[in-house]
């Protein structure tokens, strides 16, 4: 009891304090090197680490709780972030969860670099529940302001892990799919998609595809990616009309409930395509595609669309030009094709 007493009182008096000319020095020369590290973040492994980088170059660690001189150090820290713009940019990254969240909550301006954007993520699946709560807000204040060109740099980096961030949130996720609504944020996500050759696309194609407004753009990625998976991708969203994204939920099913065996499956969601296509152009298109996937995927869509009577003559002569593709997984399908139609009694 008597002390808890003297810890309250260390805790008033430090609150109580002023900064220093000093102090203000210091803290101004580390948002001048923070804000400069920051920037020179570019590649995505400089990007992910960032909050490591920041942790070692200025010594922002985790404060003692109940150590004068550590109580008296996180107050300061507070205080400054309260005083000094832009401060607040630089110690996001902070070691302690009661700096962290002061520095959220003094976060007022557009975001600057992709590092700070990441960042701000990354808070969201924060150990702490009220940095969280914090970064919630936070990330409704900037993220209708900070410009496309900071935020998409660091969408590319996280699109691809944040269904295994541990404490990411359907409130995270929520502020998540806000952003990527955003028509400047998604235009440029899916100009990734199209010109470019880099890695995971996949996932950032599935998470971008969760949000109608991409049904637009699907036909343009089909048509003109350079990836052959993105491709096959869209033709299937547009094919079938649907788009699936996995959750973080699993369920168990039963594969001998007798002998107690079965397996832990993941939870998908769907949603209906909202853009009216032509399947016997997208067939033919698919069908001449110089990649096997996607050449395997029209060849499905011989299979669901062979009793449509407005195409399903004109898909024969798409089945024939397949008979002989080096591929075995597409001459399969063209059996399957033709022996349907066999047995529908429809003319081949």
Not at 174 to 184: G, I, Q, S, Y
Request: aromatic letters at 10%.
């Amino acid at each position: 009891m008597i002390w808890n007493f003297f810890k309250r009182k260390t805790y008033e008096e430090a609150s109580e304090t002023v900064l220093s000319n000093a102090d203000i020095e210091n803290f101004r020369n580390t948002y001048n090197r923070g804000t400069s590290l920051l920037s020179s973040m570019i590649q995505p492994d400089d990007i992910r680490n960032a909050e490591r980088f920041i942790r070692l170059e200025f010594s922002l660690y985790s404060r003692w709780q109940g150590e004068r001189y550590q109580d008296a150090l996180r107050n300061t820290e507070i205080k400054a972030v309260k005083q000094i713009q832009g401060l607040s940019s630089v110690f996001i990254f902070h070691g302690d969860g009661l700096v962290r969240e002061a520095a959220l909550n003094q976060l007022h301006e557009p975001l600057t670099t992709p590092a700070s954007v990441y960042g701000l993520f990354w808070r969201l699946n924060d150990w702490a529940p009220q940095v969280r709560q914090a970064a919630q807000n936070t990330m409704n204040r900037l993220m209708p302001v900070t410009p496309a060109v900071v935020i998409v740099p660091a969408l590319r980096i996280l699109l691809p892990h944040v269904m295994n961030w541990g404490r990411w949130t359907q409130e995270g996720q929520e502020a998540l799919d806000v952003t990527l609504t955003r028509p400047d944020v998604l235009e440029m996500l899916i100009d990734d998609i199209v010109t470019t050759r880099q890695a995971q696309l996949g996932y950032q194609f599935r998470e971008i595809c969760r949000n109608p407004a991409a049904d637009q753009h699907l036909e343009r990625m089909f048509y003109k990616a350079q990836l052959p998976h993105i491709r096959a991708m869209a033709l299937d969203a547009l094919l079938s009309q649907t788009v699936t994204w996995p959750t973080r939920e699993r369920r168990q099913v039963w594969i001998d409930r007798y002998m107690g065996r079965y397996r832990i499956e993941q939870v998908f969601i769907k949603r209906d395509v909202t853009v009216t296509i032509d399947p016997y152009t997208l067939i033919v298109a698919g069908a001449l595609d110089r990649a096997a996937m996607v050449r395997k995927r029209a060849a499905s869509g011989l299979i669901a669309f062979r009793n449509y009577p407005e195409i399903g003559s004109k898909l024969d002569k798409v089945a024939a030009s397949l008979e002989n593709d080096p591929n075995i997984a597409v001459r399969g399908r063209i059996d399957f094709y033709k022996r349907k139609r066999s047995e529908e009694e429809t003319p081949i």
